[in-house]
């Protein structure tokens, strides 16, 4: 017996184990890790595993940023990764007994590494303890099935649907039928998201072909819901190759097909576990305020803080280049920083529901976008907005996209700079994530910017 219960636990339910995929999420959500012998477990639980710190300077391409600080200025060093707890399970999808566990990166003096993003989330809910206050946090997923197929030059194309065997290009909102031709590799999904402890609780299929929409149970617990939703894209993913299918969370990988989302659910717990964004509480709000239909002031405030950082935080709702070809009218991705009650077209929603279950609906973050961080940026809002009491603007009511008013930054590099500016920023994640983010996306734009590409070489070579 070691001195690890859950490590215990976990081999004596699963004594075929022989290999364990060790793992943590990059600042682009992408998995980094070893695969370690069953023997170096009880080592990795005690001493933890040496990861460089510089896998979180990487681009989507896993080259290092080296302006960051974190490559060859330091010497590439190493620093410990321990285990979350309850990450140690199976996977289904691979034979020969592999297990994985998700890890969080740490100084070697123990303390939290600053561009873990798990860590900057750690610090924003500090701040909810100090009131005595509990986030609750569901997450929702959109993605696409895709063919391992490509078109010419690597562009997607639906899979050919189970049953019928064609090919699917129309847009169809919740369709049961698209549902029954997805049933088996959905059906896969749900079966090792409940062998591995994930708390999906439904599937919708959504507008685009071979796009569908699962929810994640709501928790109490931020950091495990954001653990949870890194280890639900893994099956997903893993699944649809099982299926001999690819899965994808790029936002928009269809030019006129609905792009993919990460929608943020939230409420927020007092002491006694009453859920503050239901009480009323009129009498905090200056007698001249408007209510705008929201008799807790709570849930206002929230929504006014939610609406002064969404600006900010564009660089981190959509990380990437892919992220902001979602950004269309009448696409159901807000352009403004806006809210409304029962709206999909806006930012900032709050969704129909009874009293008890009031909560609100964060719907800026492309599905590329890393969970960690995009809670963190929600809860900061709230948290600010409340800590101030913060007003809102008037709800939208009707269609979002004809109203007037600022847009939020529309173009990866204007996000990445204003960002890099944001004192919001630096107060809630911290200055040195701030700086250190900034650097590290706007080496990739750059990298990205340098490269030809066949569509300008189509439209200007013949005649410039």
Same mark, same amino acid.
């Given at each position: 017996?070691?001195?690890? +219960?859950?490590?215990?636990? $976990?081999?004596?339910?699963?004594?075929?184990?022989?290999?364990?995929?060790?793992?943590?999420?990059?600042?682009?959500?992408?998995?980094?890790?070893?695969?370690?012998?069953?023997?170096?477990?009880?080592?990795?639980?005690?001493?933890?595993?040496?990861?460089?710190?510089?896998? $979180? =300077?990487?681009?989507?391409?896993?080259?290092?940023?080296?302006?960051?600080?974190?490559?060859?200025?330091?010497?590439?060093?190493?620093?410990?990764?321990? !285990?979350?707890?309850?990450?140690?399970?199976?996977?289904?999808?691979?034979?020969?007994?592999?297990?994985?566990?998700?890890?969080?990166?740490?100084?070697?003096?123990?303390?939290?590494? $600053?561009?873990?993003?798990?860590?900057?989330?750690?610090?924003?809910?500090?701040?909810?303890?100090?009131?005595?206050?509990?986030?609750?946090?569901?997450?929702?997923?959109?993605?696409?099935?895709?063919?391992?197929?490509?078109?010419?030059?690597?562009? !997607? %194309?639906?899979?050919?649907?189970?049953?019928?065997? @064609?090919?699917?290009?129309?847009?169809?909102?919740?369709?049961?039928?698209?549902?029954?031709?997805?049933?088996?590799?959905?059906?896969?999904?749900?079966?090792?998201?409940?062998?591995?402890?994930? +708390?999906?609780?439904?599937?919708?299929?959504?507008?685009?072909?071979?796009?569908?929409?699962?929810?994640?149970?709501?928790?109490?617990?931020?950091?495990?819901?954001?653990?949870?939703?890194?280890?639900?894209?893994?099956?997903?993913?893993?699944?649809?190759?099982? %299926?001999?299918?690819?899965?994808?969370?790029?936002?928009?990988?269809? @030019?006129?097909?609905?792009?993919?989302?990460?929608?943020?659910?939230?409420?927020?717990?007092?002491?006694?576990?009453?859920?503050?964004?239901?009480?009323?509480? !009129?009498?905090?709000?200056?007698?001249?305020?408007?209510?705008?239909?929201?008799?807790?002031?709570?849930?206002?405030?929230?929504?006014?803080?939610?609406?002064?950082?969404?600006?900010?935080?564009?660089?981190?709702?959509? +990380?990437?280049?892919?992220?902001?070809? @979602? $950004?269309?009218?009448?696409?159901?991705?807000?352009?403004?920083?806006?809210?409304?009650? /029962?709206?999909?077209?806006?930012?900032?929603?709050?969704?129909?529901?009874?009293?008890?279950?009031?909560?609100?609906?964060?719907?800026? =973050?492309?599905?590329?976008? /890393?969970?960690?961080?995009?809670?963190?940026?929600?809860?900061?809002?709230?948290?600010?907005?409340?800590?101030?009491?913060?007003?809102?603007?008037?709800?939208? @009511?009707?269609?979002?996209?004809?109203?007037?008013?600022?847009?939020?930054?529309?173009?990866?590099?204007?996000?990445?700079?204003?960002?890099?500016?944001?004192?919001?920023?630096?107060?809630?994640?911290?200055? !040195?994530?701030?700086?250190?983010?900034?650097?590290?996306?706007?080496?990739?734009?750059?990298?990205?910017?340098?490269?030809?590409?066949?569509?300008?070489?189509?439209?200007?070579?013949?005649?410039?």
């Amino acid at each position: 017996m070691s001195a690890f +219960p859950e490590l215990d636990h $976990f081999l004596e339910q699963h004594p075929d184990t022989r290999h364990v995929d060790v793992f943590l999420n990059d600042l682009n959500g992408v998995e980094r890790g070893k695969r370690i012998e069953r023997e170096s477990l009880e080592r990795l639980y005690s001493e933890g595993m040496l990861l460089p710190g510089s896998m $979180f =300077a990487l681009d989507v391409q896993g080259g290092t940023i080296q302006e960051s600080g974190l490559g060859f200025d330091e010497g590439d060093a190493d620093r410990p990764c321990k !285990p979350l707890p309850d990450s140690l399970v199976p996977v289904p999808w691979q034979s020969g007994g592999v297990a994985q566990v998700q890890v969080a990166m740490y100084e070697p003096d123990g303390r939290a590494f $600053f561009a873990d993003p798990r860590h900057v989330l750690t610090k924003v809910l500090d701040r909810f303890h100090r009131l005595n206050l509990t986030p609750v946090v569901a997450l929702e997923y959109e993605f696409y099935f895709i063919d391992r197929e490509r078109l010419e030059g690597g562009m !997607p %194309q639906p899979p050919p649907l189970p049953i019928t065997g @064609r090919r699917e290009f129309r847009t169809q909102i919740n369709s049961m039928t698209d549902l029954n031709e997805f049933s088996k590799v959905l059906s896969r999904i749900d079966e090792v998201a409940r062998i591995q402890g994930l +708390p999906s609780t439904s599937a919708l299929a959504e507008y685009g072909p071979g796009q569908f929409e699962v929810n994640l149970e709501h928790r109490p617990d931020a950091l495990r819901a954001c653990d949870e939703a890194m280890r639900f894209k893994r099956v997903v993913r893993s699944v649809a190759r099982e %299926q001999g299918w690819d899965a994808t969370f790029l936002p928009k990988p269809y @030019r006129d097909m609905a792009g993919s989302g990460l929608h943020v659910h939230v409420s927020v717990l007092d002491a006694a576990g009453q859920n503050i964004f239901a009480c009323p509480n !009129p009498a905090d709000a200056p007698d001249d305020a408007p209510h705008h239909g929201i008799e807790s002031s709570a849930l206002r405030h929230a929504i006014g803080g939610m609406l002064r950082s969404l600006a900010d935080g564009m660089a981190i709702c959509a +990380p990437g280049p892919n992220s902001y070809r @979602r $950004f269309r009218p009448e696409a159901y991705v807000p352009i403004i920083p806006c809210w409304s009650i /029962n709206n999909r077209g806006t930012a900032v929603r709050i969704p129909l529901s009874d009293v008890h279950n009031r909560r609100i609906e964060h719907r800026l =973050a492309g599905a590329d976008a /890393n969970p960690y961080l995009v809670v963190a940026w929600v809860l900061a809002g709230i948290h600010h907005g409340i800590a101030e009491a913060l007003e809102p603007s008037a709800p939208i @009511r009707g269609n979002a996209y004809r109203e007037s008013g600022e847009r939020l930054p529309l173009h990866w590099a204007s996000a990445i700079e204003r960002f890099e500016r944001s004192e919001f920023a630096a107060s809630y994640l911290g200055r !040195p994530f701030r700086d250190h983010y900034a650097k590290v996306k706007q080496g990739e734009l750059d990298e990205f910017n340098s490269h030809l590409t066949s569509l300008e070489m189509q439209w200007y070579l013949g005649a410039i």
